[in-house]
């Protein structure tokens, strides 16, 4: 079945460490975003691809930083300058950035400091 | 800018009807809707597009008063099943990428 593959569920990060959450995905889509969810709070959009090589900063992009060289994979890393990284961290991905196309979550990564 | 929900939590017996609201200050190119059961991924429920259209899945179904701003979210006889929190997300009619922003959601506890 097609769908969207996190890892690790969870995530243990040390100060000063850089980690690194894997999003696969196997359903051919051209876009991929990531979200970061806080407790109580919507999802805000940290960054997105449009296609391969190819990515733009989200609402809250200070302290991460995402890579798109195969068009299945979008890692994202949480860089130690990510003061407050503690969160439920989402991908997804949809079949195109163009309006009106409903996005395919993954299961999530759940990162706490350690 | 963020769109907002309401209200912000409903509890219901089953069977009960529920009605989630979607607002948004900005002119809107359509309505994304989501529901999320704790520690999961957000499912993917429906998109309105602007011109007021209806669309329903099972019994939840969804509307959009272009006027408005304003989406609105019908869940029919709940069920157990129904659970969750539901997210609206946001298209904006000024947008060209399918850039969501997610409202704060909305936590539903259907209760036998």
């Known amino acids: 079945d097609g769908g969207i593959t996190q890892s690790p569920k969870y995530l243990f990060r040390k100060e000063g460490q850089n980690v690194t959450l894997s999003c696969e995905q196997n359903l051919n889509h051209d876009a991929m975003y990531w979200y970061r969810q806080d407790p109580g709070q919507g999802l805000r959009l940290i960054y997105y691809?449009?296609?391969?090589?190819?990515?733009q900063k989200g609402d809250i992009a200070e302290g991460y930083s995402v890579s798109r060289e195969k068009k299945e994979s979008f890692p994202l890393t949480v860089t130690s300058a990510q003061k407050n990284p503690t969160a439920f961290y989402l991908c997804a991905s949809s079949k195109s950035t163009g309006l009106n196309q409903p996005q395919h979550f993954g299961d999530g990564t759940r990162l706490s400091i350690l | 800018q963020q769109p907002v929900q309401s209200p912000q939590a409903v509890i219901l017996r089953e069977g009960e009807d529920a009605v989630i609201n979607c607002s948004s200050s900005k002119a809107l190119y359509s309505v994304h809707w989501y529901r999320q059961k704790h520690g999961e991924a957000p499912v993917f429920l429906m998109i309105?597009?602007?011109?007021?259209e209806q669309k329903g899945h099972e019994k939840i179904s969804a509307s959009f008063n272009e006027k408005k701003q304003q989406s609105s979210l019908y869940l029919t006889a709940s069920q157990l099943s129904y659970s969750g929190t539901y997210f609206c997300g946001t298209e904006s009619a000024s947008g060209a990428t399918n850039k969501l922003i997610f409202g704060t959601g909305t936590l539903l506890a259907v209760q036998p």
């Open positions: 691809s449009q296609i391969v090589n190819d990515f």
């Open positions: 309105l597009l602007k011109g007021g």
